[in-house]
């Protein structure tokens, strides 16, 4: 019988065929909130122009209500800017598009599945057989072989994440938004997720935009950290982080990627524990 190992999938054609390999093409974005109750609007976004490559995993941090969410919202098609070019996938968002999945902080699942039938949830285009075989792969990929027929009421914060993830990747989509993913989880299980997704990614290759406020979670995971400035959110500064993976927390060349990013943010000080 052929083993259903993580091995990286091939059996869908890649469907980016972006002539210019830019799954994400910001140009200007800006977004202005209607003031409630009589208050003045609120401006949360002051015009980023960013390009995200196919394939790469690019990191948003910025303090907490600096409008990272709310980028976030706008690649995904849940809400629309007041204004600037978005083009994602080589065509221009008008709203929310399967070929893209979302992964939030918490409750992605459905309460009334077990693990296997959350996983195969996007699944019914597939036969039986292929389906099956998708769940096995992913269930093994993230980390959950022996609780296939589980609920999430009966599996921790970061088991739960974990069959998110699985069913983001099952679907195979050409692009996941991340929020937070790991934000309500203790710093162990975070600290394990994060490496379990660069691994994941690394087989998988996704095109991923990932949002924290949490500086070490960008450094770790990141190809390129867009730091944002508080709001209304504009690119403060865009750091490569050019390091092998999985990343030492403890390397000179980490350590010097992270001061960039906390300079950026104009907290150096902070982070050298003055
Ligand atoms: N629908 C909305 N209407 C009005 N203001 C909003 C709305 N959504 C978000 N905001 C405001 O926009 C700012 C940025 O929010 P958000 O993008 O969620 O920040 P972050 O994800 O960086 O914490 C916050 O000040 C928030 O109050
Ligand atoms: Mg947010």
Redesign the pocket.
Known sequence: MKSAGPTPRNDLPLRHTVPNGLAVSLRDLRMT?PG?RGQPP?E?IAGIDLDVHVGEFVVLV??????????LNILGGFQQASGGQIVVGGQPVHGPDPRRIFVFQENGVFPWLNVVDNIGFGLSKHSRAEREQLIAHYVEMVGLKGFEKAYPRELSGGMRQRVELARALAANPEIIWMDEPFGALDYLTRLKMRSDLVRIWQSERKTIVF?T?DIDEAVQLADRVVVLTP?PAKIAAIVPIDLPRPRDMDAPDYLHARDRIFEAMGNLALARGR
């Open positions: 909130f409630q609120v949360v910025g303090p907490s209500g600096c409008g990272k969410s709310t980028v949002v406020h709001r």
